[in-house]
């Protein structure tokens, strides 16, 4: 097993900063957890395969049941499919540290882990704030909802959203092609986030800061007034429904996208706004953890838990698998 802390003291005696590039950085992972690495290790792993299978389902499930063939789920199976990738993205590489107590990736390796990441962020922000203008027209115009949001204009939202996600982390990976890198070789963290690789490089990143804060305004603080003004019509026209049942049925339809919002985005904050050196540092790892392990698991149960859909299409695939059928 590597001395990852003998490393990690090499490099307190020897100063933070090197003159030869470097070529690959060391991930610390949770060190005041060393102790209990077995124990955390297996935590981490139920939680990972818990994530991997509930949002594998989800997909499955609306590819093969036709009552699930509506924008709502579409969106949900989007949603899935990026809980997937920042989950595969982070997860393994943290399994692997906490198992050893640290490990090492290439500097390429930490760029194109952010890159994978930064998509992630990026779209999900975008296809929540879609999720909630589905939510608006399906609650506030349910009369012209099918007309507006038919199967063309689903597909052509989830292209967009793919497209700027893209060219926004394109962005960054213009901006990082320049960057010296001569470190510090140690990340105290567990996966390559923009401002870790940035304190890696003794070139001049005061550019990208400026870039980040513009496109995490155009990708994170935009689709958050979307989603405010959405859900603000959409309580509005809720309230003036006469009955109970009425407007309890109607917040119902929305209710876990709200939920999985409130998480996303409560998490996303806190860790960038949350002091990232110090003893803080082990609780912007902590909420780093949430959004990259839990949250991917939470969101396939929150959307599943109480959706008569989901579950009469689980038990339509369970039956026709044990029956022995391929075809609904």
């Not at 997909?59 to 709502?72: A, D, G, H, I």
């Not at 992630?120 to 589905?134: G, T």
């Not at 497209?163 to 092609?177: D, W």
């Not at 513009?214 to 003036?240: A, D, H």
Request: with cysteine; charged share 10%; proline share 4%.
């Amino acid at each position: 097993m590597p001395d990852w802390s003998r490393r990690r003291g090499d490099l307190d005696h020897g100063g933070l900063q090197s003159t030869i590039n470097i070529t690959s950085v060391i991930f610390l992972g949770f060190p005041v957890l060393q102790r209990y690495n077995l124990m955390f290790f297996s935590l981490l792993l139920l939680i990972y395969c818990g994530a991997i299978s509930g949002n594998l389902l989800i997909m499955v499930l609306y590819l093969v049941s036709k009552t699930l063939q509506s924008p709502m789920y579409f969106f949900i199976t989007q949603l899935s499919m990026f809980d997937l990738l920042v989950t595969t993205n982070s997860v393994p590489v943290l399994l692997h540290t906490v198992l050893y107590g640290g490990s090492t990736i290439s500097v390429i390796g930490c760029v194109i882990q952010f890159v994978f990441y930064a998509i992630s962020v990026f779209s999900e922000c975008l296809l929540l704030s879609v999720m909630s203008f589905d939510r608006y027209l399906a609650i506030c115009h349910p009369l012209r909802y099918h007309t507006i949001m038919n199967h063309t204009l689903c597909v052509t939202l989830v292209c967009i959203i793919w497209l700027m996600s893209f060219m926004g982390t394109f962005i960054y990976l213009v901006s990082m092609r320049n960057l010296h890198f001569c470190g510090p070789h140690i990340i105290n963290h567990f996966y390559c986030d923009l401002e870790p690789i940035l304190q890696l490089s003794c070139s001049d990143t005061s550019i990208i800061h400026t870039e980040s804060l513009i496109l995490g305004f155009i990708f994170v603080i935009i689709p958050f007034i979307v989603i405010v003004m959405s859900y603000v019509y959409i309580v509005i026209t809720i309230l003036k429904i006469p009955s109970n049942t009425g407007r309890h049925k109607a917040f119902s339809t929305c209710s876990s996208h709200l939920t999985v919002v409130c998480i996303f985005y409560g998490t996303l904050m806190m860790v960038y706004m949350s002091p990232t050196r110090g003893e803080a540092l082990t609780l912007s790892k902590v909420l780093s953890l949430i959004y990259t392990v839990i949250t991917p698991m939470l969101n396939p149960i929150i959307y599943t838990l109480r959706n008569k859909d989901f579950k009469k299409a689980f038990l339509k695939v369970r039956f026709f698998f044990c029956s022995g059928h391929v075809v609904l």
